[in-house]
């Protein structure tokens, strides 16, 4: 069972910026497709980036396009999310995913929440 852990949550202004880090263990990332997850109070958890297991492709929505970047670490088995041009739309828990079972693309896991593993969440708050 593959275990995956956030951290890099926490209060920023608007206009900040936050990196967040997702730790797996319990078996090799290196062939899963891996994504960063967002809930808001009261909406419905929603894809915000996913990368391919090859790190080739990657998904971005259009509400972070342009200020997020996803990357993956395959030394340390780790997934990163930069997070840049922070705003109040952009809190609620982050959760990291992974896919290891056949997926069509990027889009479709992000997209349709197809993920097979989830982490337990990390708070972003932005407010000033």
């Known amino acids: 069972q593959l275990q995956l852990v956030e951290s890099g949550g926490g209060l920023v202004q608007p206009g900040g910026s936050l990196r967040l880090s997702c730790v797996a263990s319990?078996?090799?990332?290196?062939?899963?497709?891996l994504g960063w997850f967002r809930q808001a109070p009261g909406k419905e958890r929603e894809g915000v980036s996913c990368?391919?297991?090859?790190?080739?492709?990657?998904y971005y929505s259009d509400s972070v396009k342009g200020r997020f970047t996803v990357s993956r670490d395959y030394a340390n088995h780790t997934l990163y999310l930069q997070m840049n041009s922070l705003n109040a739309e952009d809190t609620g828990v982050y959760f990291c995913?992974?896919?290891?079972?056949?997926?069509?693309?990027?889009?479709?896991?992000?997209?349709?929440?197809?993920?097979?593993?989830w982490g337990q969440g990390t708070q972003v708050t932005v407010s000033s």
């Open positions: 990368i391919s297991s090859r790190g080739a492709s990657t």
């Open positions: 995913a992974a896919r290891g079972r056949f997926v069509a693309s990027v889009q479709s896991m992000c997209v349709s929440r197809q993920v097979d593993d």
């Open positions: 319990g078996g090799s990332l290196d062939y899963y497709y």
